[in-house]
């Protein structure tokens, strides 16, 4: 875990899947990353970010003093 005076960087955990999930549908948010997935494509990329975690750098940035995500 990494803190800054705002923010609790975390790594990822398999109960991040919903907050995860509202970036990869954001059409702003996945703009210029070859567009959103559906429920099949996002499930099957975030069990892969799952299976990486050991070696990856996949972390989750929540507001520090309410432990609330700032992923949207």
Not at 6 to 35: A, F, M, Q, T, W
Not at 41 to 51: N, P, Y
């Amino acid at each position: 875990m990494l803190k800054t005076n705002r923010c609790l960087l975390v790594k990822l955990h398999p109960s991040d899947y919903e907050n995860i999930k509202k970036l990869y549908i954001n059409d702003e948010v996945r703009k210029y990353l070859g567009g959103t997935l559906n429920e099949v494509a996002f499930k099957e990329s975030f069990s892969r970010i799952l299976q990486s975690l050991n070696n990856s750098l996949f972390w989750i940035i929540n507001e520090r003093y309410t432990n609330e995500s700032l992923s949207g």
